[in-house]
């Protein structure tokens, strides 16, 4: 990204989490939601000049990072526009931790296909597809895994974390989401991601 595009996201960012984190429902809630953001901020910042990304995941990786800090400060039960939309819709509780992990998995697969794809790690579509996908179940299992180990430790006071609602199949289509996430990121951004990566590719070859 050009430096001022780079201000541009690095301000929605900051101002978003300092939002996020004044006066929020739960601050240990707060921090096991948001910090993955944070982690991605760090990693961005340190292989920026190494490993640049490409506009379109860097934009991603803003809303999913939004995604994250709007639901650390409200908890994901809690987000009062989706409380309006359930009232609206019929919902029997508030979605907001379905969108959540639905950009689990959508955002995840253009960072693995990027990497995948400029590490030269698959070759074939066909297979580059399958396993980003997979790669995305791993990671949505993984914070499944994550959630469970929190409640163990934590017991009652985890539920603001878990953001169960008392659905006995939460973590299952937290995990279908996450799947559909990958598979119409890579059904809809494909293309678009193909043209900047050969952008990237073509920049980075000749500052070497």
């Known amino acids: 990204m050009t430096r001022s595009l780079t201000a541009i996201w690095l301000i929605i960012f900051c101002s978003v989490l300092v939002w996020s984190a004044i006066s929020p429902r739960d601050y240990p809630t707060w921090v096991l939601e948001v910090l993955p953001a944070v982690i991605a901020l760090i990693i961005m910042a340190s292989t920026r000049k190494t490993f640049p990304l490409t506009p379109l995941l860097y934009t991603l990786i803003l809303i999913h990072c939004v995604i994250l800090m709007v639901g650390g400060h409200y908890t994901y039960a809690e987000v009062p526009a ?57 990671v949505s299992a993984f914070y499944e895994l994550i959630e469970w180990w929190v409640a163990m ?31 119409i990121a890579l059904s809809t951004l494909s293309a678009l991601h193909d043209r900047q990566l050969k952008q990237v590719i073509n920049q980075n070859n000749k500052e070497v």
């Open 153 to 183: 430790l934590y017991g009652g006071s985890a539920e603001q974390f878990l953001g169960t609602q008392g659905y006995e199949w939460d973590t299952q289509s937290d995990m279908g989401l996450a799947m559909l996430g990958s598979i």
């Open 82 to 138: 989706f409380d309006r939309l359930s009232e609206l819709l019929g919902w029997e509780r508030n979605n907001y931790d379905k969108l959540g992990h639905f950009a689990q998995g959508f955002t995840p697969a253009i960072v693995a296909r990027e990497i995948l794809i400029r590490n030269e790690v698959v070759n074939g579509r066909v297979w580059l597809s399958f396993i980003v996908v997979s790669i995305c179940l791993a």
